[in-house]
Each structure stands twice: as structure tokens, then as C-alpha cells.
């Protein structure tokens, strides 16, 4: 029996990375003796167990064949004459395909020399039998984009084949989101979307977004160019400030409706806000996007221009963009909402370090009416509806005094 640390934990560890988890692979042994050594298993397709003590996943080395589509459609093999080697080669990429066998390094296929040049490779044609790889070379971009990784260039042929098949919608939209939330959350996430759109698979399960990258901008207020430029710039200002993945989801959808009105496209895509909504709401349900996630996301995309316009609105517009923001029972999704308005002002060239005044002034208003409360008019003798009118009165003549102020 030999026991070996394989994959990222590996990668990680002569990259100087932290790593959350480590994986093990065990040649020589059988199902029985894991278990004759306290060995828990959990693996139904093929034998997995837990160590005793770590509770860390030990698998048995094992090979795999193709019988089915999708992700699910494979028959695995092992055995104790299954070898490192044989386990290793069925790997998504060479980085990840390494071992530390009682601290000497196995690197059969070149990983530690595309570590060195920051290339990430696949390791085999095996690569093609599996369509979450696409997926998740698109993810190792975003998560290895800031230390300079890009994907090789036959890997990302191969990935456009396989895009070209259609053996992306054999997969599950859980696995899809899953991968898509690990991107969102990495330090450089529009890398993720931008090698999807490269290879072809971004138009399979996010066309909404695709979309945007052939939608032309006034050139005065987005020097960047198209919407899907500005949207990922969108997304890595959101990310400097926060790894909320609602709030990441909500910059990367929050202009979805250019690609309706691309006709009118000066100065700012008229109505691109309201007709954004559905492909929002069409967007998150295919992927199962859980639901406060969906509805923050389609709050942004229905509201971020009027929070821009700030200056430009009537007491009655401005509080009409606080009500439908919910103001009064969630002040919190309102900053937030804030948060990714003030991304979008700055995800545009040259205007990454701009002030954002408009944050400022809302949060101003937001909370001076705040401060007027049921309980002054209860106490002057209204009831029901007439409560509601008088505050509603008193909300519109307080925001006309504190912005004259």
C-alpha cells in the first residue's frame, strides 16, 4: 500500500498557496484492508473513504471509460494494480496532476514545468470525455488569474470543440452555479467569463452575458467599449470591495437589458433598467441561483440608474426608488445596492478611482427619512390610511428640504 497527496493540495503547496483541502490517493490496496484499518467509505461509484482520525478523502487509484454523456457518464475501474501514474493521466490539467509520495514529487506529465510558466494544460484527451472541465479551466483562470496563469492554447481548442458539441447541457445547473460561485469569489472572476466566451461556452448556459460582448456603447461615458468589457470591469471593482457573491451576481447582471436596446444606445441605453429584469430573473432560474440571491440581483438591475440619476430626480422619483428598494424593512440591502452602484460608476476606463458622490447623497436622504415614524401621526389622531398619506407627505417634503440644503 502507498499512500500519496495529490491535486491542488499539491499545486497549492509549491505555489505557496494556502490550501482548505487536501486529497489522497492509496495504490496497492483493496476496499477491504481500508476498512480493516478503520477506513470509513463513502464512495458508491468508486471506493472513496474517510481517513479515521482527519476524516480527509482517501481513493483508492482508479481509472475511468466513458459510456455515457454528461458528467455522470463514466464506469470506473480499480484495482490494486491500478498505478499513480494510470489515476494521475484521467486529470483535468497538469498542475493538478502531481503527487508527493513520502515527500518525493511525482510529476509524470510536465505539471511542475507549466507551473513554472503559468500555463494551464490539459493533461490528456481524456480532458474531452468530461464537459465540467470547461467549466472549471474557466474557474482555474479566475483563481490563478492574478498570479499570471492563462489557459494553453490547444487546451483552449479543445474546449471550443467540446463547447461546439453540446455536451455542455448534459450538465446539472447545481454543478454549473457551483463552479460559477467558486469563479465569482476568486481575485480575478471576470477571467471566468471571458474564457467561457472565448471557447463558446458562456452562449450555452449564460447567453444573457454573451450577449454583451456584441453591444457597442456611447464612447464619452464608456471609453471601455462594449457592455461585456464594462461589465467585467463591473465585476472586478465589485470585487475589491467584497466577496458577497449576491453582490457579485448582481454586478455581473445589472446591465443585461443593453442587449434589448443596443438601437438606443446613446447616452445610456433608455430603459435598458426595466427591460433588464426578466433576462435577470430567466438567467438566475436556469442556473437555480438560490432566491435572495435572484432578487437582489434583479432589484440592482431594475434600480442602479436612477441611483445614478440621483441629482436628476423629483422628491416623487426618489422616493419612489426608496420604496422599491424596500428601504424601510431592509436599509442593509439598500448599502448594498449602493456598493454595486458605485462599482458600476467606476468599472469603466479611467474611471476606476472616480469619486462617486451619488452614494453619499442617498445614504443622506435614505437617512433623514428614515427618521419620520408612524408614532408622530398616531399621536396627532390618524388612523389606517391616513397615517400612510401623512407619511408619505412628509417623506416627499423632507427630501426637497434636505436636498436644497
Not at 31 to 54: C, I, K, N, S
Request: include cysteine; hydrophobic fraction near 45%.
Amino acid at each position: 500500500m502507498n499512500i500519496c497527496l495529490v491535486g491542488g493540495a499539491v499545486r497549492d503547496q509549491l505555489l505557496g498557496l494556502a490550501s482548505k483541502d487536501r486529497d489522497w490517493v492509496v495504490t496497492g490496496a483493496t476496499p477491504e484492508e481500508m476498512l480493516a484499518l478503520g477506513y470509513q467509505q463513502v464512495g458508491r461509484d468508486f471506493p472513496v473513504f474517510l481517513h479515521p482520525q482527519t476524516h480527509e478523502e482517501y481513493a483508492l487509484a482508479r481509472t475511468e471509460r466513458k459510456q455515457g454523456e454528461g458528467y455522470y457518464g463514466f464506469v470506473c475501474f480499480s484495482d490494486p494494480s491500478v498505478t499513480l501514474e494510470a489515476d494521475l493521466i484521467r486529470r483535468d490539467l497538469t498542475i493538478n496532476a502531481m503527487a508527493i509520495c513520502q515527500d518525493q514529487l511525482v510529476d509524470p506529465y510536465g505539471g511542475q514545468r507549466d507551473l513554472a510558466d503559468k500555463q494551464l494544460r490539459h493533461v490528456s484527451d481524456a480532458f474531452r470525455e468530461d464537459p465540467l472541465r470547461v467549466l472549471r479551466v474557466a474557474r482555474f483562470a479566475a483563481q490563478l488569474g492574478h498570479l499570471g496563469f492563462v489557459v494553453a492554447p490547444e487546451t483552449l481548442a479543445l474546449m471550443q470543440a467540446m463547447s461546439s458539441t453540446g455536451e455542455l447541457t448534459q450538465l446539472t445547473a447545481e454543478r454549473v452555479w457551483a463552479e460559477t460561485v467558486k469563479a465569482l469569489q476568486s481575485k480575478t472572476p471576470a477571467r471566468y467569463f471571458e474564457v467561457l466566451y472565448q471557447v463558446g461556452a458562456l452562449a450555452v448556459w449564460m447567453p444573457e452575458v454573451a450577449a454583451l460582448f456584441a453591444v457597442p456603447q456611447d464612447k464619452v461615458h464608456h471609453p471601455e467599449g462594449d457592455v461585456g468589457t464594462h461589465t467585467m470591469m463591473v465585476l472586478m471593482q465589485m470585487r475589491l470591495q467584497t466577496d458577497d457573491v449576491a453582490c457579485l451576481w448582481a454586478a455581473l447582471c445589472h446591465d443585461l437589458g443593453k442587449a434589448l436596446t443596443a438601437a438606443e444606445v446613446l447616452p445610456h441605453h433608455p430603459g435598458h433598467e426595466i427591460a433588464g429584469v426578466p433576462l435577470v430573473k430567466a438567467l438566475s432560474a436556469r442556473l437555480k441561483v438560490p432566491a435572495q440571491v435572484q432578487a437582489f440581483a434583479m432589484l440592482v438591475c431594475r434600480w442602479h440608474g436612477d441611483i445614478h440619476r440621483a441629482t436628476r430626480l423629483t422628491p416623487e422619483a426618489r422616493l419612489a426608488v426608496l420604496d422599491g428598494c424596500d428601504l424601510w424593512r431592509k436599509p442593509e440591502q439598500f448599502a448594498a445596492l449602493l456598493q454595486v452602484s458605485e462599482a458600476d460608476a467606476r468599472g469603466r476606463l479611467g474611471f476606476e478611482l472616480a469619486d462617486y458622490p451619488q452614494s453619499r447623497l442617498w445614504q443622506t436622504w435614505a437617512k433623514a427619512v428614515m427618521s419620520i415614524t408612524a408614532s408622530d401621526f398616531i399621536a396627532q389622531g390618524l388612523s389606517g390610511f391616513a397615517i400612510k398619506e401623512a407619511m408619505r407627505q412628509a417623506r416627499l417634503r423632507c427630501l426637497d428640504e434636505v436636498v436644497n440644503a
